[in-house]
């Protein structure tokens, strides 16, 4: 498995943009279209237990069984956006 997001986990070879944008239009190397866009994050002000469950939300819309959902969640507290808080 190649890079992900390192705001939601998502592998950034499954982004469908092929990654977030950077405010000179570039793709970001770290964060994917569904978090991170013109250079700035989507939800700026979520708390990582906040952004868990809008991820968690977001995934139970797209079909995916809520427990698993939850289980790709738990390791967000890992990645670069969440480390530093």
């Known amino acids: 498995m190649g890079p992900k997001c390192q705001s939601c986990g998502m592998p ?3 982004d469908p943009e092929g990654g977030g944008s950077e405010a000179d239009g570039s793709r970001s190397a770290q964060y994917c279209s569904l978090c991170y866009e013109d250079g700035a994050f989507r939800h700026p002000d979520a708390t990582l ?3 868990q469950a809008h991820c968690v939300d977001a995934l139970v819309a797209k079909g995916m069984p ?3 959902a939850w289980a790709f969640t738990r390791g967000m507290g890992k990645l670069g956006r969440w480390r530093a808080v």
Do not use: A, D, G
């Open 12 to 14: 950034l070879s499954k």
């Open 49 to 51: 237990t906040e952004f």
């Open 66 to 68: 809520r427990i698993l």
